[in-house]
């Protein structure tokens, strides 16, 4: 069975809720994992701080305008062979959706064998468990994973944000302590790197990076899973047209 390609879009409705510091955590983990095929954009032309900490990756992408838009999708359908990581903030989070829908970029992300994934960034303003909502039913072959920022949020309310299966569950970004927090605001700080080397032993700064990391290895299993699941549903399904 050919696996799909995933295209994971990192989006938040709010600023300062953690998006940026998700996609670096992402694009680490994918390159500490030895991905070698893998490239991101940042649709933030201003400041782009994705951008700024992996130049080598990262592309900026301006979709203010429908040229832009048109060539970030044309080039999502290029990498089609590439896990790819979008920084999507608040300012282009409505326009990029509603130009996702309107091309049918589903329907044609499917024809190339790629994946959409939406991680979502909670929060508990009612407007953005709404927006969730109205996304989920409007891109409705898009896989949608909540992201739960402690730093952000006090608290999550799980009816509010269902993945779109429960056994995606949500990813959690445990609150950081000071300590952690000095550490990996220091300029040109990696994950991966710092997971790599442990000269010390395992410190509190490890054990933060690795527990999100193993979130995402697992969030892969089970996608892989659930792939795996539809296609031999789909198997299944065709025996049974052809016996008909």
């Not at 201003?46 to 979709?63: G, H």
């Not at 282009?92 to 130009?99: D, G």
């Not at 039913?137 to 006090?154: C, G, K, W």
């Not at 795996?228 to 025996?239: D, F, M």
Request: neutral net charge; contains cysteine.
């Amino acid at each position: 069975m050919p696996q799909h390609t995933p295209l994971y879009i990192v989006a938040s409705q709010h600023p300062r809720v953690g998006k940026t510091l998700i996609a670096r955590l992402l694009i680490d983990f994918f390159q500490l994992s030895g991905r070698a095929s893998l490239v991101g954009y940042d649709l933030d032309p201003r400041e782009p701080a994705l951008a700024c900490c992996f130049p080598n990756v990262v592309r900026t992408v301006d979709i203010a305008e429908t040229p832009g838009q048109m060539a970030l999708f044309d080039r999502l359908i290029a990498d089609h062979w590439r896990t790819t990581v979008i920084d999507l903030g608040y300012g282009l989070f409505e326009q990029f959706f509603a130009v996702m829908a309107k091309i049918g970029f589903e329907q044609e992300a499917r024809r190339w064998g790629i994946e959409p994934i939406v991680l979502f960034i909670t929060d508990s303003a009612p407007a953005t468990a709404r927006s969730y909502a109205e996304l989920r039913h409007r891109l409705q072959q898009t896989i949608f994973v909540p992201v739960h920022n402690e730093a952000a949020a006090f608290m999550l309310v799980p009816q509010d944000f269902p993945p779109t299966h429960p056994e995606y569950g949500v990813i959690r970004i445990p609150r950081l302590s000071p300590i952690v927090r000095g550490v990996i605001d220091r300029p040109g700080f990696s994950f991966g790197a710092y997971m790599a080397h442990q000269p010390g032993g395992p410190t509190e700064v490890h054990s933060w990076i690795g527990g999100i990391f193993t979130q995402f290895r697992e969030l892969e299993l089970r996608l892989l899973m659930g792939e795996l699941g539809a296609s031999l549903r789909g198997g299944r399904n065709e025996v049974v047209r052809q016996a008909r």
